[in-house]
């Protein structure tokens, strides 16, 4: 099979990026890294030199017809699911499949409070901070959508199971909507990023130099000056 290529953005900072990524690395499959620094000159010129959506992340993928330009993450975790069907990227029941697209698109299209409150930073730590209005109601409904996950499907364990016992696609949406909350000193159901049901993933993720040591040239994003602290 040819191969793929993702285009990713600062792994620091990029939650968007992680995604497909964590979906890809998960199926055992080679693929390329391309990490653009975001907020520098010339990062959306380079971007968009990849897809005109002009935002990360990509997957290029090789074929007959030429390189296939996937971008959106779920749409490239659909695309990787159908290119790879026995890498268990969802459920092979339908029951099971889909409650696995429902809570990946929840975390793909909400929480609207935790992202404008608590950008993801893997490096940064803000305990108390970034307690918005609205944060804890987000926190409430990820513990609720996880552990709802875990009694009806998981292996449990702590950190747990990820909605089967084993990782599928909407494994791969949940862990940067708990790293948020989790740099700011909170712990949805004692999440841990590298106990997980990505563990290995994640650690290369955060602890891997590519792409982390580029900093943003202003301020890190982290919670924002409207932002209500409660700590």
Request: proline letters at 9%; aromatic letters at 8%; one cysteine or more.
């Amino acid at each position: 099979m040819a191969k793929f290529t993702l285009i990713l953005g600062n792994k620091n900072y990029s939650s968007w990026s992680l995604r497909p990524w964590l979906a890809l690395s998960q199926t055992g499959a080679a693929f390329d890294e391309i990490v653009i620094p975001l907020w520098l000159p010339g990062a959306r010129e380079e971007i968009l030199s990849h897809s005109p959506a002009g935002k990360v992340p990509i997957l290029r993928h090789g074929s007959a017809l030429g390189n296939n330009v996937i971008w959106e993450s779920l749409a490239i975790c659909e695309y990787l699911a159908e290119c790879l069907p026995d890498s268990g990227l969802w459920p092979e029941d339908p029951a099971l499949r889909a409650v696995a697209r429902a809570v990946s698109h929840e975390m793909h299209g909400g929480f609207m409070a935790v992202r404008r409150a608590m950008p993801m930073n893997c490096r940064a730590s803000r305990p108390g901070k970034g307690m918005a209005d609205g944060v804890a109601d987000d926190i409430a409904r990820i513990t609720a959508i996880w552990r709802d996950c875990r009694d009806r499907f998981g292996s449990g364990g702590d950190g747990g199971g990820d909605g089967g016992g084993v990782f599928c696609s909407a494994g791969s949406q949940s862990p940067m909507r708990c790293l948020r909350p989790w740099s700011a000193g909170l712990r949805p159901m004692g999440f841990k990023p590298i106990r997980c049901p990505t563990a290995i993933g994640m650690r290369y993720w955060i602890f891997r130099p590519c792409g982390n040591g580029w900093k943003t040239p202003g301020p890190s994003p982290g919670p924002s000056k409207n932002s209500k602290s409660k700590a």
